[in-house]
């Protein structure tokens, strides 16, 4: 009787060699793929994210200022660094009190920008013309209402700079009578010693910070001469920024550049 033996061969080394050089090959062309996908799906998300940044900024900065009659530009809200570095403050000048030689003026830029609303039609409006003899000159007119914007550091993110905001109406009471946490009341009449400065929150780190502010964007960098806002003729506010998403490692950028005019 006869017995047939079969014997199974293994796979010799070069064989396996083969094999292993193809797949390689074949996964040396695929992973970019799909890392590059990745990337792209990433980037699209964040690009989304700055464009509802943006909407919301822009929407928010138009809509108050067709109510408002006039702006200021300061410096900054407060002593602080700018987020390339540069210390900045409200106190431009560096005289110790906050007042019309502060403000930036045509050409100039900012982190901090005031929409100011007033009732009298008749208000002097060279209040804000830019010529210090003319600061102030009005008793009868009566603010009652002042928006600011401005770029601090970002309360919620470390090493980040956000864009706060404040609204006095949002601090409306009873009637007519506004009180505010900074501790002044609205209307107020403006006199020979009320001047929009003494308006403002104290430009402190905590106040520029505070949880009662809310974050229209949360990291960004300003490009008016590095600044955010930039005064163009003492009547339109140019807005120039740029946004950024995504963490260190993965950066997602884009830019707007808008202007506003107060007409109130």
Same mark, same amino acid.
């Given at each position: 009787?006869?017995?047939?033996?079969?014997?199974?061969?293994?796979?010799?080394?070069?064989?396996?060699?083969?094999?292993?050089?193809?797949?390689?090959?074949?996964?040396?062309?695929?992973?970019?793929?799909?890392?590059?996908?990745?990337?792209?799906?990433?980037?699209?998300?964040?690009?989304?994210?700055?464009?509802?940044? +943006?909407?919301?900024?822009?929407?928010?900065?138009?809509?108050?200022?067709?109510?408002?009659?006039?702006?200021?530009?300061?410096?900054?809200?407060?002593?602080?660094?700018?987020?390339?570095?540069?210390?900045?403050?409200?106190?431009?000048?560096?005289?110790?009190?906050?007042?019309?030689?502060?403000?930036?003026?045509?050409?100039?830029?900012?982190?901090?920008?005031?929409? +100011?609303?007033?009732?009298?039609?008749?208000?002097?409006?060279?209040?804000?013309?830019?010529?210090?003899?003319?600061?102030?000159?009005?008793?009868?007119? +009566?603010?009652?209402?002042?928006?600011?914007?401005?770029?601090?550091?970002?309360?919620?993110?470390?090493?980040?700079?956000?864009?706060?905001?404040?609204?006095?109406?949002?601090?409306?009471?009873?009637?007519?009578?506004?009180?505010?946490?900074?501790?002044?009341?609205?209307?107020?009449?403006?006199?020979?010693?009320?001047?929009?400065?003494?308006?403002?929150?104290?430009?402190?780190?905590?106040?520029?910070?505070?949880?009662?502010?809310?974050?229209?964007?949360?990291?960004?960098?300003?490009?008016?001469?590095?600044?955010?806002?930039?005064?163009?003729?003492?009547?339109?506010? +140019?807005?120039?920024?740029?946004?950024?998403?995504?963490?260190?490692?993965?950066?997602?950028?884009?830019?707007?550049?808008?202007?506003?005019?107060?007409?109130?």
């Amino acid at each position: 009787m006869n017995l047939s033996t079969h014997h199974s061969r293994g796979y010799t080394l070069t064989e396996i060699m083969i094999v292993v050089t193809i797949f390689g090959l074949v996964m040396a062309g695929v992973i970019p793929f799909f890392l590059m996908n990745l990337k792209s799906q990433f980037a699209g998300e964040q690009k989304l994210l700055i464009n509802g940044d +943006i909407r919301k900024v822009t929407n928010q900065m138009v809509e108050n200022a067709r109510e408002a009659n006039s702006f200021v530009i300061y410096q900054a809200f407060c002593a602080q660094n700018r987020w390339d570095g540069v210390a900045e403050t409200r106190d431009a000048d560096g005289t110790g009190a906050v007042n019309f030689f502060d403000r930036m003026q045509n050409g100039a830029s900012g982190d901090f920008v005031v929409l +100011i609303y007033y009732s009298d039609p008749y208000f002097d409006t060279r209040f804000y013309d830019g010529n210090a003899s003319n600061n102030p000159t009005i008793s009868s007119g +009566i603010v009652n209402r002042i928006i600011g914007y401005w770029v601090a550091p970002n309360r919620r993110l470390a090493g980040e700079h956000a864009i706060y905001s404040f609204d006095t109406n949002a601090y409306r009471g009873a009637g007519a009578t506004w009180t505010t946490t900074w501790g002044v009341t609205f209307p107020v009449a403006l006199s020979s010693t009320v001047t929009i400065e003494s308006l403002l929150p104290p430009a402190t780190t905590s106040y520029a910070q505070a949880t009662e502010f809310p974050i229209l964007i949360n990291d960004l960098s300003g490009l008016a001469n590095n600044y955010t806002f930039y005064n163009y003729q003492n009547k339109s506010i +140019i807005t120039r920024c740029k946004i950024l998403h995504g963490n260190q490692a993965k950066r997602i950028t884009n830019t707007y550049n808008f202007t506003i005019t107060p007409r109130g």
